[in-house]
């Protein structure tokens, strides 16, 4: 088992464009959330360059991005789903002690 990240490549004009996109984009955000699927999602940078979220399965966030007004209405230029092998911290999906 491993937790998967959704990375999104932002458009130039994302900051511009997400007033109108905002409301359904977080909806959505927090329905996968209340589902136990997105762990984690936010902005990266400042200013901000790109956006990042923690799904618990491929399939959860690869539905995500396609369902995501950010992605349909072209604020997201690209999208990728990597697994993240996780192994420190309560949540780790592959805990990994010492010794």
């Given at each position: ?10 458009a130039?004009?994302?900051?511009e ?7 359904a984009?977080l909806?959505l ?6 589902r136990g699927?997105l762990?984690?999602?936010?902005a990266?940078g ?14 959860a ?6 369902a ?10 690209h999208?990728?789903v990597?697994?993240w092998?996780t ?13």
């Amino acid at each position: 088992m491993a937790h998967h990240l959704l990375f999104y490549e932002l458009a130039s004009d994302y900051l511009e464009r997400r007033p109108g996109f905002r409301d359904a984009h977080l909806a959505l955000a927090w329905a996968a959330s209340e589902r136990g699927e997105l762990l984690l999602g936010g902005a990266v940078g400042d200013p901000v360059e790109s956006a990042l979220l923690l799904f618990t399965h491929a399939d959860a966030a690869r539905a995500f991005a396609e369902a995501d007004p950010y992605v349909i209405e072209g604020l997201v230029a690209h999208w990728h789903v990597q697994p993240w092998n996780t192994v420190v911290g309560a949540e780790a999906a592959n805990p990994v002690r010492p010794g």
